[in-house]
C-alpha cells in the first residue's frame, strides 16, 4: 500500500535543530492532514489542509509549522522541539468533496527529540 | 470534546477464536470507520459504515454502524496470528469542516 508515503520514517533530534517531516499521497485526494500519535492516547489532530488552504490548527504551538504547496504534497517544519513532542506523525489524506470520511494514513515518522 | 470509548484496552484470545469489539459515543455519527494499526505502521482502513443499520463484512471481518448511530461493533472470526494489533474506530458527522473522531483503540494479542 503506497497510497501515501512519508520520509524520514525516523528521526532524532537535539531540541535546537531544525527538520522537516514530508508526505506525499498518490491517491488524487484534495485534504490532507498531521496527526500526532502517542502512546496511550487517541489520535490528535494538528493539521488540516483542503485544496491547498490550512483549514485547522488545532491549537499546535507554533514550532510547528505545516506547509502545503499542493493537494499531493505537505510538510511539517520542525524546530526547537521539546522532549514531549516525541511520538508518531502521521500524514493522512481524503477526498473532501466526497463527504465519505475516509482518511488514508501514510506510516508514519517516528520522532525522538533529546 | 468527543470522545468515542472503545474498552477494554487490551485483548487476548486464542487463535481460531472469534471476537468481538465496540465502539460507543455520547453523540451521533453519520460514518463509522475501523482502523488497524501495526506496530511501526501507520492506521490502515478496514470497513467504512455510512447507514444507520447497515452490515458490512470484508474477508473474516464484519462490522455495523448502530441503530442509535452512536455505536458501532467490529467482529473477527476464525482469529489468526497476524490479527494482532491496535483497532480503532473513528466517527465522522459530516458538514463544514467536519473531522475524525477518534477511539484510543484495543490492543489484540493472539495466542498461537
Known amino acids: 500500500e503506497t497510497g501515501v508515503t512519508q520520509t524520514p520514517r525516523h528521526l532524532v533530534m537535539g531540541m535546537t535543530n531544525k527538520k522537516s517531516l514530508k508526505c506525499e499521497q498518490h491517491?488524487?485526494?484534495?485534504?490532507m492532514y498531521w496527526y500526532k500519535q502517542s502512546a496511550k492516547k487517541p489520535l490528535e489532530l494538528m493539521f488540516v489542509?483542503?485544496?491547498?488552504?490550512?483549514?485547522e490548527n488545532n491549537s499546535v504551538p507554533s514550532r510547528f509549522s505545516p506547509e502545503c504547496p499542493n493537494s499531493s504534497h505537505l510538510f511539517l517544519h520542525l524546530h526547537t522541539l521539546q522532549p514531549e513532542d516525541s511520538a508518531l506523525y502521521l500524514c493522512?489524506?481524503?477526498?473532501?468533496?466526497?463527504?465519505?470520511?475516509?482518511?488514508?494514513f501514510g506510516p508514519g515518522t517516528r520522532l525522538t527529540v533529546t | 470534546g468527543q470522545q468515542l470509548n472503545q474498552s477494554p484496552q487490551s485483548m487476548f484470545i486464542q487463535e481460531g477464536e472469534d471476537v468481538s469489539m465496540n465502539c460507543t459515543s455520547s453523540?451521533?455519527?453519520?460514518?463509522w470507520l475501523w482502523y488497524k494499526q501495526d506496530p511501526g505502521e501507520g492506521p490502515v482502513l478496514l470497513i467504512a459504515?455510512?447507514?444507520?443499520?447497515e452490515l458490512t463484512s470484508n474477508g473474516r471481518l464484519t462490522a455495523q454502524f448502530g441503530i442509535t448511530r452512536k455505536d458501532s461493533f467490529l467482529n473477527i472470526s476464525a482469529s489468526i496470528p497476524s490479527d494482532v494489533g491496535i483497532y480503532f474506530c473513528?466517527?465522522?458527522?459530516?458538514?463544514?469542516?467536519?473531522?475524525?473522531?477518534f477511539g484510543k483503540g484495543i490492543t489484540l494479542s493472539v495466542r498461537p
Open positions: 493522512a489524506s481524503s477526498q473532501v468533496t466526497s463527504g465519505s470520511g475516509e482518511q488514508y
Open positions: 491517491l488524487g485526494h484534495n485534504a
Open positions: 489542509y483542503n485544496f491547498k488552504e490550512q483549514t
Open positions: 453523540s451521533i455519527f453519520n460514518t
Open positions: 459504515l455510512y447507514k444507520a443499520g
Open positions: 473513528a466517527g465522522l458527522r459530516t458538514g463544514a469542516n467536519s473531522k475524525l473522531t
